[in-house]
């Protein structure tokens, strides 16, 4: 199972990218795959996760109303399209997958991290 994710940047305060990660080697589509990011000296927080049908867990406080987390299954593909960047969302970020459930733990595949910077 190999997770890859891409899309990260530099970007200013109030624009926009959006991040993929391509998934393979998975033996069944019923899997969950979420977006974590960790900035300088903070701890991992999750931003979002969607199941394999489509159905979103709720966005972190931080990122809600911003980002949009979309899947499609045809490419093996998760996005992340974050708009109205701010500084504070200057993070590596990482995609994972589990089996299924959008729980708060399980994610045992990990992609390689993409780092996105917002300053001026």
């Known amino acids: 199972v190999q997770l890859q994710a891409s899309g990260g940047g530099s970007v200013q305060p109030g624009g926009s990218l959006r991040l993929s990660c391509v998934a393979s080697?998975?033996?069944?589509?019923?899997?969950?795959i979420a977006w974590f990011r960790q900035g300088p000296g903070k701890e991992r927080e999750r931003v979002s996760c969607?199941?394999?049908?489509?159905?979103?867990?709720p966005y972190s406080d931080s990122v809600k109303d911003r980002f949009t987390i979309s899947r499609d299954n045809a490419k093996n593909t998760v996005y992340l399209q974050m708009n109205s960047l701010k500084p504070e969302d200057t993070a590596v970020y990482y995609c994972?997958?589990?089996?299924?459930?959008?729980?708060?733990?399980?994610?045992?595949?990990w992609g390689q991290g993409t780092l996105v910077t917002v300053s001026s």
């Open positions: 994972a997958a589990r089996p299924w459930l959008c729980a708060s733990s399980g994610f045992r595949s």
């Open positions: 080697g998975f033996t069944s589509d019923n899997y969950a």
């Open positions: 969607i199941r394999s049908n489509g159905d979103r867990s």
